[in-house]
């Protein structure tokens, strides 16, 4: 019995020599069941750039550690290269130190192993870190906008997003990468970074911070209007400024009413000067003209008080003369200085710091100038409490010349009405000529001195009784031109 027991066993050892020799004649080797990889569950970035990778374990047993694959995206990628082989399958997550991710996006996959790390499983799934990009500011609609790319993994779109500025979340819940943040203010400073959470289960990720000033732009400090000039056929403004305001330039408006709505005429680009000017043609000077300062968005950031071009005029009976003029600014009072030139002379100050927009005068030479002085040309200047200076249009009033030449005369020498020379009133007279004429059209008179009378004789002796006619020709010293004629009666008592 013993002998056939060990016969027994020396057929089984021979069996399994045979099938070691009959394995041993086929091309392959036995390997260990291959262990499935752990599933990454977060990549988060911190504030250097380091990226945090979480994963949960793998479901294979007996796994003895991990093996971690990055691949930088970036210009020299060089595709997925080992990180470490060194992670013990206790672990469930790891910081790689060497990561920028603040500034390029990171891929990461895992492998498990058992044993060796060359008896490693197939790498998992690529998972890529969150990149959000520099934030850019539109100073015109007063908005962030912020880009990011999307995150890779968790097996498909699987990502929503969430926006955090200074760690508080935003009410953002969207696939989109992109988004406007247009609750900023100018001057303050935000930190932005952005969640990505798993549709279907707790997973998440963080992208890298990004931190942006919201520029401050510098409001104009100064904006007035210092001058307007009318010169009756354009308006000039002159207008103090701020060079350093952030400005695209600055813009005349004009409005018929002083709280309507003002169009735009004209536009000054921004320059490094601290004044600028308009010049508008006077078509329809009595309007209200602003200058507003325009920022880089077309957009008014500021403007002057409405003003209003001085426009004087007058009435007139006779010698009697009323001048009015409307006010220039319309904010607070104002005091006028009126300038005077008679005849051509040259402007000088007639009237000085009156508050009232009229003045009375009678031209006959009691005010100023004299009986003959022909020509009065005004200017009035308003001031306002600002110092800001207004200057009206000139107007120019020229005296009708006043001509009496008797209709009768007595030359027979008693001392009474014995000659014939005509008045001229409110002139000064230059190139005059009076002649007389017979019923015949003979010439009995000619003079061309204003001083000179006619006293009824011709060649020596007087003339018949009867009718004659005149003829009366001057030009002031203004250049009015005057000619009349008409009949004179010589009579003889």
Not at 70 to 81: Q, T
Not at 369 to 393: K, M, R
């Amino acid at each position: 019995m013993y002998q056939a027991k060990l016969i027994g066993i020396m057929e089984l050892r021979k069996g399994f020599y045979i099938l070691l020799l009959f394995l041993g004649s086929f091309p392959f080797t036995l390997k260990a069941q291959q262990p499935e990889p752990p599933t990454i569950t977060q990549l988060i970035v911190d504030e250097q750039g380091r990226v945090a990778i979480y994963w949960n374990e793998s479901p294979t047993p007996g796994v003895t550690g991990y093996i971690l694959y990055r691949d930088p995206f970036n210009e020299n990628d060089p595709g997925f290269i080992p990180l470490t082989y060194d992670i013990p399958a206790s672990a469930y997550f790891y910081i790689d130190n060497t990561a920028q991710a603040n500034v390029e996006v990171y891929s990461y996959r895992m492998a498990a192993y058992i044993g060796d790390y060359e008896n490693d499983g197939e790498p998992g799934e690529p998972h890529s870190t969150i990149f959000l990009n520099a934030p850019t500011y539109d100073t015109c609609s007063n908005q962030v906008q912020l880009n990011w790319s999307p995150y890779m993994g968790w097996g498909g779109d699987k990502a929503v997003y969430e926006v955090f500025k200074n760690d508080g979340e935003l009410a953002y819940d969207d696939t989109d990468t992109s988004f406007y943040d247009n609750k900023v203010t100018p001057g303050e400073t935000y930190t932005y970074y952005i969640k990505a959470d798993h549709r279907d289960n707790s997973f998440f990720s963080y992208s890298n911070r990004v931190t942006l000033t919201i520029p401050e732009l510098k409001t104009p400090n100064t904006l007035l209007i210092k001058a307007v000039e009318n010169t009756g056929t354009e308006v000039k403004f002159t207008v103090a400024v701020d060079p350093e305001a952030d400005l695209s330039g600055h813009q005349l408006g004009y409005s018929t009413t002083v709280q309507g709505v003002y169009e735009a005429l004209l536009f000054n680009p921004k320059n490094s000067e601290n004044t600028l000017s308009f010049t508008q043609s006077a078509t329809n000077p009595s309007g209200f003209y602003k200058v507003s300062a325009i920022n880089s968005c077309n957009k008014p950031v500021d403007s002057t008080e409405a003003v209003r071009p001085l426009i004087l005029d007058y009435s007139q009976q006779d010698l009697d003369v009323v001048l009015h003029w409307n006010t220039s600014f319309i904010e607070g009072s104002e005091t006028y200085d009126l300038f005077l030139s008679i005849d051509n002379s040259g402007y000088f100050k007639q009237e000085s710091a009156f508050n009232d927009a009229t003045i009375n005068y009678t031209l006959d030479g009691s005010s100023f100038g004299d009986a003959n002085s022909e020509q009065f040309c005004f200017y009035v200047v308003a001031h306002s409490a600002q110092g800001q200076q207004s200057t009206s249009n000139n107007i120019c009033i020229t005296r009708q010349p006043k001509v009496y030449v008797p209709t009768a005369f007595t030359p027979n020498g008693d001392g009474i009405n014995d000659f014939i020379k005509p008045e001229i009133l409110n002139v000064s007279v230059v190139n005059y000529l009076f002649v007389v004429y017979d019923r015949y059209g003979g010439k009995v008179f000619e003079t061309k001195n204003t001083e000179d009378k006619w006293w009824g004789r011709a060649n020596n002796k007087n003339v018949s009784e009867g009718a004659y006619l005149y003829y009366l020709e001057f030009k002031t010293s203004q250049g009015v031109e005057h000619k009349q004629s008409g009949a004179i009666n010589v009579v003889y008592p």
